[in-house]
């Protein structure tokens, strides 16, 4: 989400920034175009459908949901640490208002006036991707 926000403030207003950097991002623009981009893994899909029946007022259960995304997301490299993933988690359900908020960014849905126009940034941009990235294919980095 952070990386769709630099991206038009880079469009709308350069004159006020000055680089952006771009980490596990994606391009913006309409869904009908000729970038044959693969769709986000299924897993992710199926994941994010599964917090729909969740009760998300039974933390243990929250935990456990938030914990399972945070598998999804990691990487081969490293080894996945469930003790440490448990305690970020507890420390998020005990700082947030809302929970669910952390989720509203798949709900928004916007006009296509941003498609084709990344070439016209002309401020230094550095783009940070992982190989394994599951939500979103390294090709996404390349579009």
């Given at each position: ?49 599964n917090g729909a029946k ?13 914990v399972t995304g945070s ?73």
């Open positions: 989400m952070g990386g769709m926000i630099a991206q038009i403030v880079a469009l709308r207003n350069p004159q006020r920034v000055l680089s952006i950097t771009l980490i596990a991002s994606s391009i913006f623009g309409s869904e009908d175009n000729k970038r044959n981009l693969p769709p986000i893994d299924e897993k992710i899909l199926t994941y994010h459908a969740l009760n998300w007022s039974d933390e243990e259960s929250v935990a456990n949901y938030l598998v999804l997301l990691c990487g081969s490299k490293h080894k996945f640490d469930e003790k440490r993933a448990y305690k970020q988690v507890e420390k998020e359900i005990k700082r947030a208002n809302n929970l669910l908020s952390m989720f509203n960014h798949s709900l928004l849905k916007g006009d296509d006036s941003y498609e084709g126009k990344l070439k016209e940034i002309n401020i230094p941009t550095l783009v940070i991707h992982g190989t394994e990235d599951t939500p979103l294919n390294l090709k996404y980095e390349y579009a």
